[in-house]
């Protein structure tokens, strides 16, 4: 079957592959056409990343003239994460005092004082873990989600 691959801002690109092909392999594919690094490539249908370990026959709405949209993540310099790091600690110091009181305030309704406190103190990691893991491409697409919703109210 054809898969037809639409580079973000850029060209279309089809693929002959078949159902036990894994979207590693496509991966591999585009790198040999394009030459952008797997690691740097992240496939969606509809809006849903793909997983590398999984065939295209595991989603069932891929079949032939399917079309994916290939998103290229920009590598971030080991100084740019340390800038963006320090950068949202003092501006996000706040939002995340908001957001662990709020985290607080829901879960001391079902949990003991201790293991709200700690279930708290966990998820403020892994926000942070999440946020501090993000490419400057994300934050790009993420200010520009928040720039169109305040000029649509």
């Known amino acids: 079957m054809k898969i037809i691959i ?55 709405s891929i079949k032939d003239g399917t079309k994916l949209n290939l998103i290229v993540k920009q590598e971030t310099s080991p100084a740019a994460k340390s800038a963006i790091s320090k950068t949202f600690e003092k501006v996000g110091e706040h939002d995340l005092t908001i957001l662990r009181e709020a985290a607080y305030k829901f879960l001391r309704d079902f949990y003991s004082e201790s293991e709200t406190q700690r279930i708290v103190d966990e998820f403020g990691k892994e926000f942070l873990r999440s946020v501090s893991t993000l490419s400057l491409d994300d934050y790009e697409r993420i200010a520009t989600s928040c720039l169109e919703e305040e000029r649509n109210s």
């Open 6 to 60: 639409k580079v973000l801002q850029g060209q279309e690109h089809t693929l002959e592959v078949t159902g036990q092909t894994s979207v590693l392999e496509v991966k591999e594919q585009l790198y040999k056409i394009l030459n952008i690094p797997v690691n740097q490539q992240k496939l969606l249908l509809t809006g849903r990343p793909l997983t590398d370990e999984k065939c295209l026959c595991d989603y069932p």
